[in-house]
């Protein structure tokens, strides 16, 4: 397990202009951290807003905040888990990006731990956090296949059609590049199952598996606390977390529920 010493990037501090303080990290790392913020939804949008617009999740239905359409609350419930609501379930979210298509992109996404639950759980079970550098996934790829590497790119900026019919590419020029690797990736969560549904055989497919599989590979285990607010570059960083157990029983006890809380928001 790495932890947030290995990121890229220096928690701010409470004392700090936060605001001037997590621009500057933004820039320089595509990534923020603040530690110990305050799980108040106000407080929570209010800072964020400095940043972008908070937009109301799309999603809808009952992984919303009840005080807020634009916070995605991830939490295990069994009810919504046996209906696989992906917010409810314990299993594994494999690496994605921020799940909107507008266009232009959202620039920033942001997770926030509320409640870290249970962390004395075996690995690989505590719910530990997935964040992976896209320019990684994508240089991990060229050094796996150096010949098919121009193919698979170009499969990946191609178009492809998505749940609800919108047609996007994967990957996509930024404006401001800071090497070869830095492109743009927008990975909906369900697209994989999407495009193998809709074009089992076709090369975008392929190359949405590989940089799914490359993805995991690469990502960065991290434990967030409770109060752990990050905020994410949206074309450059995606996100995933690993299994969590949802309930257990211990001896002489009443079953119980992980709290385990993580309030997610994108930015437009
Ligand atoms: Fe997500």
């Not at 001037?20 to 923020?32: F, M, R």
């Not at 997935?130 to 121009?150: F, I, Q």
């Not at 609800?164 to 990736?185: F, K, Q, W």
């Not at 190359?207 to 590979?217: F, I, K, P, Q």
Request: hydrophobic fraction near 40%; charged fraction near 20%; proline fraction near 9%.
């Amino acid at each position: 397990m790495m932890n947030l010493d290995t990121l890229p990037v220096a928690p701010i501090a409470t004392n700090s202009d936060q605001v001037e303080a997590v621009t500057a990290a933004l820039a320089a790392h595509s990534l923020a951290l603040v530690p110990r913020f305050p799980a108040e939804t106000d407080r929570f949008l209010d800072f964020l807003s400095n940043f972008g617009e908070p937009l109301h999740y799309y999603g809808d239905g009952t992984g919303t905040h009840p005080s807020s359409g634009a916070i995605w609350r991830i939490k295990y419930d069994p009810a919504q888990a046996a209906r696989r609501e992906i917010h409810a379930v314990d299993g594994p979210l494999m690496p994605h990006s921020s799940q909107s298509l507008r266009d232009p992109r959202p620039p920033y996404f942001c997770m926030f731990m509320i409640d870290h639950g249970w962390l004395d759980m075996p690995t690989g079970k505590s719910g530990a956090s997935l964040l992976v550098r896209w320019s990684d996934v994508l240089e991990r790829m060229h050094t796996v296949d150096p010949g098919g590497y121009a193919e698979i790119v170009a499969a990946l900026e191609a178009s492809v059609p998505h749940p609800g019919g919108i047609a996007r590419p994967v990957v996509y020029r930024l404006t401001s590049p800071r090497g070869p690797y830095d492109l743009g990736v927008r990975l909906k969560s369900d697209l994989l199952e999407h495009l193998r549904s809709q074009l089992p055989e076709h090369p975008s497919t392929r190359a949405v598996e590989l940089l799914s599989t490359t993805a995991l590979e690469v990502a960065q285990r991290i434990q967030l606390r409770s109060g752990d607010l990050l905020l994410l570059d949206n074309d450059r960083w995606g996100h995933g977390r690993e299994s969590v157990v949802g309930r257990r029983r211990r001896a002489g006890r009443e079953p119980e529920l992980n709290p385990r809380e993580l309030w997610s928001v994108t930015l437009g």
